[in-house]
């Protein structure tokens, strides 16, 4: 079904359910993630009952799954972690490892080969390097990933979990290859969103000026905490409350990019939608 407005043929998106597939379907879980290489759907991690390890590759054309026989680097299950694709290469970052336990450690996976490697990127210059964590939004924008936010874990036992929301914002440059450049921490003027985690964040490019949009959705911050407020300790983030949406807009000038924070200019409570404009 197409809808005709404005001169323009736009798609009504319409779901359906997929039956009838072959091969070892994964298990039921939650705080996986997935990416798509052209007819392939990469799952990877989660929790049920622990922390999930395995590696699940449906294919769309034949729909069909299967489980690849990696090697390498294979890192231990995570869950709630960061997760990009850049052509056939996999970037897996932080998330949980056990209970109370994070991690910020980054992963690679080249699936033309199905090959693990742990990448070892620089600290930034100007800071240290992203603290464990999970929860967080990991976005891939040309060649560089975009790190939001997430939660952090202060106590040094697991199981006496102390949480610690987070607002940082990092950037990890790539190379081509088989390589990245190291962790950068971007200075930012504004005002900086509100710590959360668990958030989703999306890429929009715009064709006509090349510019990049990331729309960064809800989210659970610490709203019970300090002067947010006093009623429950945590709160979803919507337009018009306390950790409401914002935006970044990066420009270039001639001593280098400038990231500024700034409040979306229509404030729609029926919304939760959160744009960050990036000029490259």
């Known amino acids: 079904m197409r809808l005709i407005k404005r001169g323009f043929k736009m798609l009504i998106p319409r779901w359906k359910r997929v039956l009838g597939w072959s091969g070892p379907v994964p298990r039921p879980r939650h705080g996986h993630r997935a990416v798509a290489i052209k007819e392939l759907m990469v799952v990877f991690g989660g929790g049920n009952e622990g922390i999930v390890d395995e590696l699940h590759v ?29 052509g056939t290469r996999l970037l897996v ?73 987070l607002n940082d914002l990092y950037i990890l440059e790539l190379r081509p290859g088989s390589n990245v450049a190291g962790w950068d921490i971007p200075i930012t003027y504004g005002v900086l969103p509100p710590p959360r985690e668990s958030h989703t964040a999306v890429v929009y490019t715009d064709r006509s000026n090349k510019k990049s949009r990331l729309f960064r959705v809800s989210g659970i911050n610490a709203c019970g905490r300090g002067a947010f407020s006093e009623i429950s300790a945590f709160k979803t983030c919507l337009p018009g409350f306390p950790g409401a949406p914002c935006a970044i807009k990066i420009s270039k000038s001639p001593d280098g990019a400038h990231l500024t924070w700034e409040p979306p200019s229509v404030t729609n409570l029926s919304s939760s939608l959160e744009p960050l404009t990036i000029g490259q």
């Open 58 to 86: 449906y294919n769309t054309a034949t729909n069909q799954w299967f489980i690849p026989a990696v090697r390498g680097d294979i890192p231990p299950g995570c869950a709630a972690y960061g997760f990009v694709c850049d």
């Open 93 to 165: 970052f932080g998330g949980m490892v056990e209970y109370g336990k994070y991690s910020n450690d980054l992963y690679e996976l080249q699936a033309s080969r199905w090959e693990w490697k742990k990448l070892k990127p620089k600290a930034p210059k100007n800071g240290p390097p992203p603290c464990p964590r999970l929860g967080h939004s990991f976005s891939l924008v040309g060649n560089k990933c975009y790190l939001f936010g997430g939660l952090a874990n202060d106590s040094e036992d697991p199981k006496n979990n102390i949480p610690r929301y």
